[in-house]
């Protein structure tokens, strides 16, 4: 039952998007690499070189709110 409320609310969230909030953290290495973690618990990969790699680099020890919504329109 427990296993259902959770598929149930993560399908929720896949289509009204979702916000992460906490603490941005990497080593050097893992911010060069383009791995980053927010409060330990949210793993984010970016494309070292990326517009989005420049931006999480220049944040790591920061809290930092990152949101994913689904773009309307598109398929």
Known sequence: MAVTVLLAGLALAAQQGFTVRGRLGATDQEAQE??????????????????????????????????????????
């Open 34 to 75: 383009g791995y980053f973690a927010i409060d330990g618990q949210t793993m984010i990969v970016v494309k070292p070189g990326s517009e989005a790699h420049a931006y999480l680099r220049s944040r790591v020890g920061q809290r930092v709110r990152i949101t994913i919504d689904p773009e309307t329109g598109s398929e």
